[in-house]
């Protein structure tokens, strides 16, 4: 395989599979989460049972973004077993990816009480998640910078979340 920046494609693509799955898992499991038992009629269980809407959503959205995150770290050891990764600040990449999880996930709990049929649960995640998530750091970084070189004020959420993923999970610069 060709390098990329000095990084082995299978190195470089690893850290967008991750990220790939931990967005698509966390939105589909916190949304499919609330929005069953919303469909076949035991929500009415869960908010009567003696606990408060906080604790609700808090064990909804730790369930989704728990298992995204275990997928995540499953997928990297598994691409570990192939391709030599080097991840340069593990504690930071694990924070990234429960930050990251979280946020996913209680969008994701929104969309699921917002949707009032199947087709609302697939909208937000089918039209505007997945093309977004191939957009890629790429084309992102490119909207980072100003023509004088510094960032618009719009565009800073866009660099930080695209330089702390290439920080994060491996050098891809020589």
Known sequence: MTAVSGVSYGAFI????????????????????IFFPKFIGTIYEILSAPISYAEIVVAYVGAA??????????????????????????????LFLLMTAINFSLFGFILGLWAKGWEQLQLI??????????????????????????????????????????????????
């Open 125 to 174: 995640p089918t039209l505007v998640v997945t093309p977004l998530t191939f957009l890629g750091a790429r084309s992102i970084r490119s909207a980072c910078c100003h023509p004088r070189g510094a960032p618009s004020a719009c565009s800073i959420p866009w660099c930080i979340s695209s330089a702390a993923s290439d920080g994060v999970f491996t050098e891809r610069r020589t």
């Open 14 to 33: 690893v850290p967008g599979l991750i990220m790939l799955a931990l967005f698509t898992e966390s939105l589909a499991n916190a949304s499919f989460g």
């Open 65 to 94: 973004a728990s298992k995204s995150v275990v997928l995540g770290l499953v997928i990297l050891t598994t691409a570990s077993l192939f391709v030599t990764i080097k991840i340069q600040h593990p504690v930071l990449m694990v």
